[in-house]
């Protein structure tokens, strides 16, 4: 590992003025889990690494009733896992912070850093996705807000734009009508390992709940970035849920996986994970929907 400057800094003002001084030189610090590991193997070899956690509020979690949830880039992944107000109103970010690495890592790891490192197989992301978050991007010139599937560029890109630094994530509230979630992962591992398929499913319905009103189904791991399987989608939207729908969606999803084969699983084998997570994740999904329960 080449030598670098550490900066902490107490203000987002003093942040902004380092990026723009160091440039491509300079790299945020988050966690670190991901950063410093590629740092020690020869990845990447910044000058200069800005630490922002003693900047206030970016470890923040705020609820407001009109506008959802706002979760800060520095929240640790473990906080999302345990916070009883992520838990009770939006259970899918829990489930799917319980399933990144070991319990050591989640203590240490934030969000902001599973997103930023952009990694296909980032667990945070389909949940988020399938919640319909934003990206606040900010830097001296103001701020602006990014729909979280359009946060990603490519494997180990994201759309920070030079001198922006990612803020916070904000989460919509849930839809009014009867709604249901699930989030799952399969890796070739039970804990500790990369997903080989990530799948997140937020569903709504109709009155009755019978027909689906609204569903989104958020991938992971089986393209360059996290995605949303709207084939599949439109197949369910306005249709009586039932065993059959559901396959025939499940079917649609592994079509529109685009899966590398990789050291941990072929592409084959990815985009047949594919259909049958899909078909849980939505299984469970309705399941959830009907019984009342909007935590995953």
Same mark, same amino acid.
């Given at each position: 590992?080449?030598?670098?400057?550490?900066?902490?800094?107490?203000?987002?003002?003093?942040?902004?003025?380092?990026?723009?001084?160091?440039?491509?030189?300079? #790299?945020? =610090?988050?966690?670190?889990?991901?950063?410093?590991?590629?740092? %020690?193997?020869? $990845?990447?070899?910044?000058? /200069? &690494? !800005?630490?922002?956690?003693?900047?206030?509020?970016?470890?923040?979690?705020?609820?407001?009733?009109?506008?959802?949830?706002?979760?800060?880039?520095?929240?640790?992944?473990?906080?999302?896992?345990?916070?009883?107000?992520?838990?009770?109103?939006?259970?899918?970010?829990?489930?799917?912070?319980?399933?990144?690495?070991?319990?050591?890592?989640?203590?240490?790891?934030?969000?902001?850093?599973?997103?930023?490192?952009?990694?296909?197989?980032?667990?945070?992301?389909?949940?988020?996705?399938?919640?319909?978050?934003?990206?606040?991007?900010?830097?001296?010139?103001?701020? #602006?807000? =990014?729909?979280?599937?359009?946060?990603?560029?490519?494997?180990? %890109?994201?759309? $920070?734009?030079?001198?922006? /630094? &990612? !803020?916070?994530?904000?989460?919509?509230?849930?839809?009014?009508?009867?709604?249901?979630?699930?989030?799952?992962?399969?890796?070739?591992?039970?804990?500790?390992?990369?997903?080989?398929?990530?799948?997140?499913?937020?569903?709504?319905?109709?009155?009755?709940?019978?027909?689906?009103?609204?569903?989104?189904?958020?991938?992971?791991?089986?393209?360059?970035?996290?995605?949303?399987?709207?084939?599949?989608?439109?197949?369910?939207?306005?249709?009586?849920?039932?065993?059959?729908?559901?396959?025939?969606?499940?079917?649609?999803?592994?079509?529109?996986?685009?899966?590398?084969?990789?050291?941990?699983?072929?592409?084959?084998?990815?985009?047949?994970?594919?259909?049958? $997570?899909?078909?849980?994740?939505?299984?469970?999904?309705?399941?959830?929907?009907?019984?009342?329960?909007?935590?995953?």
């Amino acid at each position: 590992m080449r030598t670098f400057e550490y900066r902490k800094v107490s203000t987002l003002e003093e942040a902004f003025h380092l990026l723009e001084t160091h440039g491509r030189e300079a #790299r945020i =610090l988050a966690g670190g889990t991901d950063l410093l590991v590629q740092m %020690r193997h020869g $990845l990447l070899g910044p000058k /200069i &690494l !800005i630490d922002l956690k003693g900047v206030p509020g970016l470890d923040e979690i705020r609820y407001e009733a009109p506008t959802g949830l706002r979760l800060g880039a520095l929240t640790l992944i473990h906080t999302l896992e345990t916070d009883p107000l992520v838990k009770e109103k939006f259970g899918i970010i829990s489930q799917a912070a319980s399933s990144l690495g070991s319990y050591q890592v989640r203590c240490r790891a934030t969000l902001g850093g599973n997103l930023c490192n952009a990694s296909p197989a980032a667990d945070m992301v389909p949940a988020l996705i399938s919640l319909g978050a934003k990206a606040k991007l900010s830097c001296r010139n103001g701020d #602006r807000f =990014l729909p979280l599937e359009d946060f990603f560029a490519g494997p180990g %890109r994201n759309r $920070l734009r030079p001198g922006e /630094i &990612l !803020i916070d994530v904000q989460v919509p509230n849930p839809p009014p009508a009867p709604a249901g979630f699930h989030h799952t992962k399969h890796s070739t591992r039970k804990a500790m390992d990369l997903a080989v398929v990530g799948v997140a499913v937020a569903f709504s319905s109709d009155s009755r709940r019978e027909k689906c009103a609204d569903v989104k189904i958020a991938l992971g791991a089986v393209g360059p970035v996290p995605f949303r399987a709207t084939g599949a989608e439109n197949r369910l939207r306005g249709e009586r849920v039932d065993e059959d729908l559901i396959s025939q969606a499940a079917f649609r999803a592994a079509g529109e996986a685009q899966p590398i084969s990789d050291i941990r699983a072929s592409g084959e084998y990815r985009r047949e994970m594919v259909r049958v $997570l899909t078909h849980r994740a939505l299984k469970q999904a309705w399941m959830n929907l009907l019984r009342g329960r909007t935590p995953a």
